[in-house]
Antibody, heavy 122, light 107 residues
Framework: QVQLVESGGGVVQPGKSLRLSCAAS????????MHWVRQAPGKGLEWVAV????????YYADSVKGRFTISRDNSKNTLYLQMYSLRGDDTAVYYC???????????????WGQGTLVTVSS | YVLTQPPSVSVAPGKTARISCGGN??????VHWYQQKPGQAPVMVVY???DRPSGLPERFSGSNSGHTATLTISRVEAGDEADYYC???????????FGTGTKVTVL
């Protein structure tokens, strides 16, 4: 069964950095584009970033562009989200999700991990 | 690109729930739908406008035309109570976009 397990969340002060990880298993990780999606407490879903199967293409939401970096290590079956200059409105549950195929774009999110909570607070 | 959904839909058990997702010429895009129950990660229930992932009940169906996509849940059950989100890929901005979300309440 396809599995995605996020880690790295926690409480961080405004302006600081944090790196999230997503460990993938039971599917050919190297063959799929991967996403980060977040959900602020009591709010809707917000797409954050996507990376293509080989890491050659990345797209970001306007709210995080220039502050967050998505990356992947296909040898470790792991997706990352490096977050810099964190703000209070970055507080959310962060989910990783698999795309429909290899390229970034035209895809969907299936399946999703269970999420990891990031709280930005002093 | 903005996708607009009604904040809430209420439906009696056994009846049909219809959730709309409005967007400019959304009929020209592929629309995907997700169900999210409290405290859980979202699950895809419809992809490419009207296809169902394997294992999903036939009670879930979708359509898309013009400026509105619709998720239809037939013979609603108590277990269908959840938040539902539509989603598209916007090629003009290279962004994935979610709808505002609809809370379905089973009366």
């Amino acid at each position: 069964q396809v599995q995605l397990v996020e880690s790295g969340g926690g409480v961080v002060q405004p302006g600081k950095s944090l790196r999230l990880s997503c460990a993938a298993s039971e599917f050919p990780f190297f063959a799929y584009a991967m996403h980060w999606v977040r959900q602020a407490p009591g709010k809707g879903l917000e797409w954050v970033a996507v990376i293509s199967y080989d890491g050659s293409t990345e797209y970001y939401a306007d709210s995080v562009k220039g502050r967050f970096t998505i990356s992947r290590d296909n040898s470790k079956n792991t997706l990352y989200l490096q977050m810099y200059s964190l703000r209070g409105d970055d507080t959310a549950v962060y989910y990783c999700a698999r795309d429909r195929g290899a390229a970034a774009g035209l895809g969907w999110f299936d399946p999703w991990g269970q999420g990891t909570l990031v709280t930005v607070s002093s | 690109y903005v996708l607009t959904q009604p904040p809430s839909v209420s439906v009696a058990p056994g009846k049909t729930a219809r959730i709309s997702c409005g967007g400019n010429n959304i009929g020209g895009k592929s629309v995907h739908w997700y169900q999210q129950k409290p405290g859980q990660a979202p699950v895809m229930v419809v992809y490419d406008d009207s296809d169902r992932p394997s294992g999903l009940p036939e009670r879930f169906s979708g359509s898309n035309s013009g400026h509105t996509a619709t998720l239809t849940i037939s013979r609603v059950e108590a277990g269908d109570e959840a938040d539902y989100y539509c989603q598209v890929w916007d090629s003009s901005s290279d962004h994935y976009v979610f709808g505002t979300g609809t809370k379905v309440t089973v009366l």
